[in-house]
């Protein structure tokens, strides 16, 4: 498919998403280190230090504080509904749509280096084994939901809006590297 850009405002309400496994919180993080926008991860929110999930109330009331704020950067997907007011309430989407042998790839790389490091954006006190097993079991789902329905429902509601869409892991790190220039050129 190619880099899919569509310009449109300034980056300061930014929305992270895509398949497990597609690099979502390294972008994030790195997007965060060069724009200065805080970055918000959307498993450390909805996980507590020792792994167990948030009850749903506290999380929305996180999740509403956060889209009130004046920039961000979330990452991740979470429930239907938090995620479709993140894409109405966003300025810039980013939808990493890697192949899924390349999320699962990553996914079994997240694993094996995670038995040493924590992983990007992983929640505290989180098993690393469980969660992968969990992104594998997520993976097998996710053509129902990441395809090319949603890509077109995606364009069409989102006219006023910066949308990108990252196709491979070359496409990941050229969008890194114009973010750079970009900032650079801005002499930010």
């Not at 990452?75 to 239907?80: A, H, Q, R, V």
């Not at 505290?124 to 997520?138: C, F, H, M, P, V």
């Not at 989102?158 to 491979?168: A, G, L, M, N």
Request: aromatic share 12%; proline share 4%; net charge positive.
């Amino acid at each position: 498919m190619g880099l899919f850009l569509v310009f449109g405002g300034s980056m300061k309400k930014i929305a992270v998403f895509g398949k497990p496994g597609s690099g979502k919180s390294t972008l994030s993080k790195d997007l965060a280190s060069m724009t200065g926008i805080p970055l918000y991860q959307l498993d450390s929110i909805l996980y507590e230090k020792n792994g167990e999930q948030v009850d749903l109330k506290t999380y929305h009331s996180k999740h509403e504080v956060m889209l009130s704020s004046d920039s961000w950067i979330i990452d991740g997907f979470d429930l239907i509904e938090p995620f479709n007011k993140r894409l109405k309430a966003a300025d810039t989407l980013i939808y990493i749509d890697l192949p899924y042998f390349v999320s699962y790839y990553l996914v079994t790389k997240r694993l094996l280096k995670g038995l040493i490091i924590k992983p990007e954006g992983w929640p505290d006190g989180s098993s690393i084994l469980k969660g992968s097993l969990q992104s594998y079991k997520t993976l097998k789902l996710c053509p129902k939901f990441w395809n090319d329905g949603f890509l077109q429902k995606l364009k069409a509601a989102s006219t006023d809006k910066s949308i990108y869409v990252i196709s491979s892991i070359s496409e990941l790190d050229e969008f890194v590297l114009k973010m750079r220039n970009i900032k650079h050129i801005q002499g930010t």
